[in-house]
């Protein structure tokens, strides 16, 4: 078969990657023994066991826990470095990592170590493997506005070290208006912005990122489908969904790839993306994301070609870099 070459060797962006949730359990465990940190799980095999979600809060749970052993600038610069030689290796020739820096900063790591070890990595990533990473501060959307405002006063000294902000965490409950103040300064600031929205959430999340948060693009977004007036806006403006099938089927979102609603999403007209999101808890990196749902929804190379260059198009490089890519 061609396509899986394809989906293999196309050069593509990655736009929705939790760095924490690159930490795969072997990392996890040397980082706690390095560290000094005790984890609630006594093996690798005992984590792995754990890793069997039933939606997204049960799954935060676990991820939470395992970035807990992240301390140091080196810590952080090492697990970008994993995951940006597994990004090369599936051809992704430029990715916007996500941060969390409260779950660091709420257990007594400075801001500054969190980002220059990320930063490095994603400088090193340029040098030595030709991949260009870019880094986005994602506020958790459980805490309040005004600690998400307090992180972004810590973040301005470090302010030309990321390109943008986002907001992630668990949905249900905390809607976008809890975060109108901070992202309103973001834009100030001549930050990009984006949001989860409509991933376990209504669709009404997704139309209040856009018109409260004005976010440019939405994460998952997936749930648009159940409000026809809100998929034709999202059309119309060309708003880029970043979909991350293996994410949403081992967080019970859709019960499997082949009745994920992806084929749905392209045949309305939606500027979709291809994502890991949490590659090392969700069964695969972009390229078992293309491949496996290639495979349960017999997508074709329209298709492949669509999602690569949506992804390319999608991202935040200059004008200039992607007239030279696509
Ligand atoms: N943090 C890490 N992965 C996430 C996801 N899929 N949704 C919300 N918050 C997250
Ligand atoms: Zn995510």
Known sequence: ERIPALLQAMPKAE????????????????????????????????????????????????YYAGASVLLTEQDFHDMAWDYLIKAQADHVVHVEVFFDPQTHTARGVPFEVVIRGLKSAC????????????????????????????????????????????????????????????????????????????????????????????VERIDHGVRCLEDPALVARLA??????????????????????????????LAAGLKVTLNSDDPAYFGGYINQNYLDTFAALKLDVVAAYTLARNSLEASFVSEARKAAWV
Request: glycine share 6%; charged share 25%; aromatic share 6%.
């Open 15 to 62: 736009l929705h990657l939790h760095i924490e949730g690159s930490l795969e359990p072997e990392r996890i465990f040397a980082l706690a023994q390095r560290n000094g940190v005790s984890l609630p799980y006594p093996s690798v095999e005992a984590l792995r066991a754990a890793c069997a979600f039933t939606d997204l809060q049960s799954f935060l749970d676990i």
């Open 123 to 214: 400088d090193r990533a340029e040098r030595e493997l030709g991949v260009s990473a870019a880094l986005i501060m994602c506020f958790l959307r459980h805490l309040s506005g005004d600690d998400a405002s307090r992180t972004l006063d810590e973040a301005l000294p470090f302010r030309e070290m990321f390109i943008g902000v986002g907001l992630d965490s668990s949905e249900r409950g905390h809607p976008p208006e809890k975060f109108a103040r901070v992202f309103a300064r973001c834009r100030e600031l001549g930050l990009h912005l984006v949001a989860h929205a409509g991933e376990e959430g209504p669709p009404a999340y997704i139309e209040s990122a856009l018109d409260v948060l004005r």
């Open 236 to 265: 119309r403006d060309g708003v880029p969904l970043t979909v991350c099938p293996l994410s949403n089927v081992k967080l019970c979102v859709f019960p499997d790839l082949a009745h994920h609603n992806l084929k749905a999403l």
